[in-house]
């Protein structure tokens, strides 16, 4: 019997070398070698290259030293919940063993309410300013290739509103094309 391959998209981690980081249950995990560790159980060479991550990224920690994290565990499993702990189809650490840029994580928490925002976790910050969380969720949608109708009635804002936000994308990402704010939305790992 054959067996069609018809090219499906899986997660990373599962059918190779890389790492997917998530959360669930209020956990951090991985997903590697085709297997799923919690945090407690991460194999030795994730440790190793997110020792190595952290090290190389000293606003980071001193955002997680400014909040008082100081038992080691604890420290990294904030910096990977903040920088990494969105599943995607992006893997995190790829197959040669690179940490991979940090991804823009909607922890809930945006929008002035962590004072860590942008510090510890990855805002998106263009050439001519942040993008505001309903800002993200419009480029998100632009990204996925909706109409602007579907993107007000999945998003329930107006086509004013819409304009308004498409308008701020533009001048923050220097760019007056939608095109480029599709490119944006894959650049930034939003779809």
Same mark, same amino acid.
């Given at each position: 019997m054959n067996f069609v391959d018809r090219k499906q998209t899986l997660?990373?981690?599962?059918?190779?070398? @890389?790492?997917?980081?998530?959360?669930?249950?209020?956990?951090?995990?991985? &997903? /590697? $070698? *085709?297997?799923?560790?919690?945090f407690k159980d991460f194999p030795s060479e994730i440790i190793d290259i997110v020792d190595a991550d952290m090290a190389a990224n000293p606003k980071a920690m001193k955002a997680l030293h400014d909040w008082d994290i100081t038992d080691p565990d604890e420290r990294m499993r904030q910096y990977i919940a903040c920088r990494f702990g969105g599943f995607d189809n992006t893997p995190d650490i790829c197959d040669t063993g690179i940490m991979q840029?940090?991804?823009?994580?909607?922890? *809930? +928490?945006?929008?002035?309410?962590?004072?860590?925002?942008? $510090? &510890?976790? @990855?805002?998106?910050? #263009?050439?001519? *300013? =942040?993008l505001t969380k309903k800002e993200i969720e419009v480029l998100r949608q632009i990204g996925l290739g909706l109409l602007d109708k579907e993107i007000c009635?999945?998003? $329930?804002?107006?086509?004013? =509103? !819409? +304009?308004?936000?498409?308008?701020? !994308?533009?001048? $923050?990402?220097?760019t007056? +094309?939608?095109?480029? !704010?599709?490119? #944006?939305? /894959?650049k930034y790992k939003l779809i």
């Open positions: 997660p990373p981690g599962l059918m190779d070398n @890389s790492v997917e980081f998530f959360i669930y249950m209020h956990e951090i995990w991985c &997903l /590697y $070698k *085709g297997n799923k560790y919690p840029p940090a991804e823009y994580v909607d922890c *809930g +928490r945006r929008g002035g309410i962590c004072d860590y925002e942008g $510090k &510890l976790c @990855s805002s998106i910050v #263009l050439p001519n *300013g =942040t009635e999945v998003l $329930k804002i107006s086509q004013d =509103t !819409l +304009r308004n936000h498409k308008d701020n !994308l533009c001048i $923050k990402a220097e007056q +094309r939608k095109a480029g !704010l599709s490119i #944006l939305a /894959y």
